[in-house]
């Protein structure tokens, strides 16, 4: 097989129409776009989503819901997670800056420590937020968690 042997499956290709080539050709005149209007024009462009005069689709459907414009997201990091991380650095005292180098949290994300999982290491957690329960299971195991900003 060469380059120049190559070809469409069958089927698959097929002529384009040929607009604008005298009346015999069926396609002559006005070339398919009707007669007269704005459509018929060359250059004519409509707004994204303008549907001819009819009521848009984006204003038919009813609007539902709430965004609470002062919500706060949180990436979640596991006590699990945290554990493995001291041991594979070896470091007891854990801040947002390993967490990120970890590949746990992104650089502007916020950070929440949640409770999954079981910790054995004593360990001191610098983070955004803390659920209670991981708090319980940090403490537990006689580390301590700091919330920045307190």
């Known amino acids: 097989m ?84 001291s041991e594979k650095i070896g470091k007891t005292e854990i801040g947002l800056e390993d967490i990120k180098l970890a590949g746990l949290a992104q650089s502007r994300e916020l950070v929440k420590v949640l409770g999954n999982g079981d910790i054995n290491v004593a360990i001191t957690v610098t983070a955004d937020a803390f659920s209670a329960s991981a708090v319980s299971k940090i403490e537990a195991a006689g580390g301590k968690a700091n919330v920045i900003g307190e």
């Open 2 to 85: 060469k380059l120049n042997n190559l070809k469409p499956a069958e089927g698959h290709t097929h002529n384009t129409k040929r607009l604008g080539r005298g009346q015999g050709s069926g396609r002559g005149g006005t070339s398919t776009r009707g007669t007269k209007g704005a459509q018929a024009r060359a250059g004519y462009e409509h707004k994204i989503g303008f549907e001819g005069g009819q009521m848009p689709i984006q204003r038919r459907l009813p609007k539902f819901g709430f965004k609470n414009p002062t919500r706060v997201e949180y990436k979640a990091v596991n006590v699990a997670a945290l554990a493995a991380l």
